[in-house]
């Protein structure tokens, strides 16, 4: 913390600082919710679909079945991103209120337009805010931060592309907020490592750096939300467009 | 209970079946939430086509690697895609044949074993150091081809490949390559014998523990290593707790769709601590 903290990052944020945000709800006209994300310069398209029929092998009897599809920005889906699929849908089958609506499917579309960094992150934040835009009941709002470790026992939140590549361990933590079932010592719902980090200590110092950055997260959502139902209250349910 | 009355409490609800055992600090097959199944490990002289292999057991779940290593030219190196540095001098190859399990159909790639080649490329890249695939510099590499194979499925993958890719890696032997002045032409030579591959200190050699959490209030929540495949359905969140002996290798990695808090992170680490201090010693006495 202290060598970032003196000399400061390229974009001259503090080592615990994450970048700007800005949305747009109801990108995609056709789908039931969608939303533009950028964080910094990554930017993300997600779209949602449901609740959809599902059909054959996805119905299940008391659950709303998850599908998460992620293309990226160039060339066909490897196999790392049927992996990050994989992370995306278990935190998304949990997040959304299953029980509700048994028998239904919904499929969530994420298109990568660009990668700065943190790109998993900006991944589970958009595909939030497109749930939200299209009104899928939900148990909490998620709300997810990347985590880079350093040499010297430092770490920084929200790295850019360069600092992650610099760094040997990368993580992204994700915490669900608020919502109908609240269990606030119980929020962590989303944990995946790339990499080894050095410690223990640095690794929980760091789980409770990214709590305070995901809740900045969860407080931009909710100004979203709040801004959406103020300025045009069609544009919540995305439908008629 | 006669043993019809389990069979049918365990169908219809698995998890309150579950639970009542776990109250009682055991498991349905006698274990106790820490305990872990057999472990064995074979090495060499069983696949006699590649050059270092092992065979690994934990229960029931068995893994089979093998290791063939090849030389490469530098160009082809360069040509490459791989990400990693090791990535160049390693390629992983993880399969769920059909005969693992009876769910499993083989075609294409399951994500389970894309999750475990993801790791076990991770644990290369921190094990293996790059110049001892070097023959000649800048002309000619050794390259390894590892093929891993899940024999039979009962949970615990991930621990079991680490396991049998330890053993191969330690049972590894490469052949004494010369090669003439201009380094041009490679020769064989039969008469030396063959080397271990350096790697780095086994105390540094990470190691992986997948903890179940089984969670039934707030208040209340059990921690299980070694999780057969029935236990894994039951469990709502499964973390993958990476570590070594020293304790300066940690990831953590979480699977399901269960709610965690720091407390139990913390609680998974140490019940995952002494097992990887047990493994990791086994390891040392055995070589």
Redesign the interface.
């Known amino acids: 913390m202290s060598e970032f903290a003196s000399l400061g990052r390229r974009d001259g944020r503090k080592a615990y600082e994450i970048r700007g945000f800005r949305c747009e709800l109801g990108y995609l006209e056709r789908a039931d919710g969608s939303c533009r994300l950028e964080q910094g310069k990554t930017q993300v398209v997600a779209g949602v679909y449901g609740p959809l029929e599902a059909r054959g092998r996805n119905e299940l009897p008391d659950k709303t079945f998850v599908d998460v599809s992620i293309r990226p920005c160039q060339g066909y889906a490897a196999?790392?991103l049927?992996?990050r699929e994989?992370e995306l849908k278990?935190?998304f089958?949990?997040t959304i209120a299953a029980e509700l609506q048994p028998r239904s499917c919904v499929s969530l579309v994420i298109q990568i337009i660009e990668n700065d960094g943190s790109l998993k992150a900006a991944m589970i934040n958009a595909c939030m805010l497109s749930l939200l835009s299209a009104g899928i009941p939900c148990n909490w709002i998620a709300s997810s931060c990347t985590v880079s470790y350093h040499s010297k026992d430092t770490f920084l939140l929200d790295p850019t592309l360069v600092e992650e590549l610099e760094g040997h361990?990368t993580?992204v933590i994700s915490y669900?907020f608020e919502g109908p079932k609240p269990?606030p010592?119980?929020?962590?719902?989303?944990?995946?490592?790339?990499?080894?980090?050095?410690?223990?200590d640095i690794?929980?110092s760091s789980?409770?750096y990214s709590q305070e950055a995901c809740k900045k997260v969860y407080e931009f959502i909710q100004l979203v939300t709040k801004r959406s139902q103020t300025i045009d209250g069609e544009q919540l349910s995305g439908i008629d467009h | 209970m006669q043993s019809l009355g389990w069979d049918v409490w365990n169908a219809v609800r698995p998890k309150e079946f579950y639970k009542g055992f776990l109250q009682r600090g055991i498991r349905p097959d006698g274990r106790k939430l820490s305990e872990y199944r057999d472990i064995t490990l074979r090495k060499g002289s069983l696949v006699t086509t590649v050059d270092g292999s092992a065979n690994a057991s934990i229960g029931r779940t068995i893994a089979l690697i093998g290791i063939q290593p090849k030389v490469i030219e530098w160009k082809e190196i360069k040509k490459g895609d791989a990400r990693t540095v090791i990535g160049k001098h390693c390629s992983v190859q993880v399969e769920f044949p059909s005969v693992c399990h009876r769910e499993t159909r083989s075609g294409r790639t399951s994500e389970e074993a894309l999750l475990v080649k993801e790791s076990l490329e991770y644990v290369l890249e921190q094990i293996l150091e790059e110049n001892s695939f070097c023959i000649v510099p800048e002309k000619y590499y050794w390259h390894l081809q590892i093929i891993a194979y899940c024999l039979s499925l009962d949970g615990n993958a991930i621990e079991t490949f680490l396991l049998a890719l330890y053993g191969a890696l330690l049972d590894l032997q490469l052949p004494v390559v010369l090669s003439n002045t201009s380094g041009d032409l490679l020769k064989l030579d039969q008469s030396q014998p063959k080397v271990k591959l350096s790697t780095k200190k086994l105390e540094e050699w990470p190691w992986v523990v997948p903890v179940g959490v089984f969670w039934t209030s707030p208040s209340e929540h059990y921690v299980v290593l070694d999780l057969s495949e029935e236990e894994e359905k039951n469990m709502s969140s499964i973390i993958w707790i990476w570590n070594n002996q020293k304790g300066d290798k940690l990831a953590l990695s979480k699977h399901k769709e269960g709610q965690l808090s720091e407390i139990i992170l913390q609680e998974g680490l140490e019940a995952a601590k002494a097992h990887i201090e047990e493994v990791m010693l086994r390891f040392q006495s055995q070589k």
């Open positions: 196999d790392y049927r992996l994989r278990e935190i089958v949990a361990a993580a669900g269990v010592s119980h929020n962590l719902i989303g944990l995946s490592c790339s990499g080894f980090v050095s410690s223990k690794y929980f789980l409770s």
